[in-house]
């Protein structure tokens, strides 16, 4: 399971990669405004290039910001011409629910690589897991395993039908996609929430959580790590002073 940093904020990004827990990165709209993005578009490809330059190989998705299809196939293609491990991020449908699919059919049978996001359903994930096949295979130089990812939204799901939810719809997913043998479709679970969350969707056989940088560092502690990690240091300065004593 490959965990990605859910943030546009470059010493948080490098943090993480000196754990050795990055493999790559996700943003979005909201997530560049948190993180003090500022410029519109220019200002998010700018901060893509940096992220995509810092983690290179490892993938980077940043997110249209138009709801309008000839403007996020232009935000698409400029966004692949940035650097080749940017995933471009499309949302499902737009705020009125029409389909966004003909356009990821169309971006991936170009050969650009899509993050279908927003999703709350296993429905949802498997057209958006149809479409990509799709383009995938109108595209005779597409490289098997292409890093496409379709993102569903587990904090989402949690909010208004419960966690067990969330769970649910992601192990499907994930059997769904395995039974039929699709290629080159990886899972991310989004918005997570919580260290608890991180527990149980990592066993649903996703194949990426995106996890925000506040809860990576909580998920670091536990009950009682801390106080654990004092009792050995003070008892290990007891045992120095004894042999101290002793000379
Ligand atoms: C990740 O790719 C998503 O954009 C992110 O996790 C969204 O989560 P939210 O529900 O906090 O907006």
């Given at each position: 399971m490959k965990i990605f940093i859910d943030s546009a904020d470059i010493n948080e990004i490098k943090k993480y990669l000196s754990w050795g827990i990055c493999d790559g990165v996700t943003t979005n709209p909201t997530i560049c405004l948190k993180c003090g993005v500022t410029g519109g578009i220019e200002g998010i490809k700018k901060r893509t290039i940096e992220i995509a330059k810092l983690?290179?190989?490892?993938?980077?998705?940043?997110?249209?910001?138009?709801?309008?299809?000839?403007?996020?196939?232009?935000?698409?293609?400029?966004?692949?011409?940035?650097?080749?491990?940017?995933?471009?991020?499309?949302?499902?449908?737009?705020?009125?629910?029409?389909?966004f699919l003909p356009i990821i059919r169309k971006l991936v049978s170009e050969g650009i690589k899509v993050n279908v996001t927003a999703m709350t359903t296993f429905n949802q994930a498997a057209l958006a897991a149809k479409a990509i096949d799709a383009g995938l295979k109108e595209n005779p130089n597409a490289k098997i395993p292409v890093p496409n990812f379709i993102s569903i939204f587990g904090g989402r799901i949690s909010e208004e039908q419960g966690v067990e939810q969330a769970f649910k719809v992601l192990k499907n997913i994930r059997y769904w996609l395995d039974f039929h043998k699709f290629k080159g479709i990886e899972v991310i679970v989004g918005s997570i929430r919580t260290p608890e969350n991180v527990e149980l969707w990592a066993r649903t056989g996703a194949h990426i959580l995106t996890i925000p940088p506040e809860i990576i560092a909580k998920s670091l502690l536990g009950a009682r790590t801390k106080e654990t990690v004092v009792q050995f240091i003070d008892d290990a300065k007891k045992s120095m002073e004894e042999i101290e004593k002793q000379q």
């Open positions: 983690i290179e190989p490892r993938p980077v998705s940043a997110e249209v910001t138009s709801e309008e299809p000839k403007e996020i196939l232009k935000q698409a293609r400029e966004y692949a011409q940035l650097a080749e491990n940017i995933a471009v991020k499309v949302t499902i449908t737009d705020g009125e629910g029409n389909s």
